[in-house]
């Protein structure tokens, strides 16, 4: 009599840790935002666009610590790794966090804004860099996803091309605010950004079903 053991899926590690952890980021989020407003200049215009990328970065992280994520140790799972870097590297060049160097010299630059918007590190050279936090953790909390759907070779990641349609143009108003300075220039970038009609609505919707869909298929 043989007895067998099963590895736990997405969720069964129990809603407790799931919600001590949501409970953990948000505190955490709550503490830099509040404390970012305080000591700067910035004001809110619209609360949703301060807390869209606080989703971003709740729902990607929750969703691939809920789901068993192997590590690429043979040929299958590191082939699959390679097609997720290449997924991640994708979705970084057509949202503008990855793009073509503008000649300049090479410079870092740390771009303050709210918390999740920023701080953006701006990189400058052969190629340039415009990595916005909440879009990095999410795409890269995508690629994860994709990663995992691939080594299960599931038909879910084939939902992971929904994360291409996401945020295409959030990166480019932020980052022009470079252009005006610090402080109330990137308060101003980023409204700005937040102008656009319902452009971070969708985009944010998109990320929610993207995630949604891969976390579904490795359950």
Not at 14 to 35: F, K, M
Not at 122 to 139: D, K, N, R
Not at 170 to 189: D, E, I, L, N, Q
């Amino acid at each position: 009599m043989t007895e067998t053991t099963t590895r736990p899926t997405a969720f069964a590690r129990g809603p407790t840790r799931t919600l001590r952890l949501l409970a953990s980021l948000v505190a955490v989020e709550t503490l830099l935002v509040v404390g970012y407003l305080l000591v700067s200049e910035t004001t809110v215009l619209s609360v949703r666009y301060v807390s869209y990328p606080l989703v971003w970065v709740n729902l990607g992280v929750l969703a691939v610590d809920a789901v068993d994520v192997p590590r690429p140790t043979d040929r299958r799972t590191l082939v699959a790794a390679v097609v997720a870097a290449v997924y991640f590297a994708v979705l970084a060049w057509t949202t503008g966090l990855v793009g073509p160097g503008t000649g300049d010299p090479f410079s870092v630059r740390l771009l303050w804004a709210v918390p999740g918007w920023g701080p953006v590190l701006l990189v400058g050279g052969p190629v340039s860099l415009a990595l916005v936090p909440f879009e990095a953790i999410g795409y890269g909390c995508l690629a994860v996803l994709v990663y995992g759907s691939l080594v299960r070779a599931t038909a879910g990641a084939l939902s992971g091309a929904l994360g291409l349609a996401t945020c295409v143009s959030c990166v480019g108003p932020v980052v022009a605010g470079a252009s005006r300075g610090s402080g109330g220039g990137v308060s101003t970038a980023v409204a700005g950004a937040a102008n656009g009609p319902f452009a971070y609505d969708l985009s944010t919707a998109l990320f929610v079903v993207t995630v949604g869909a891969l976390w579904y298929t490795l359950r």
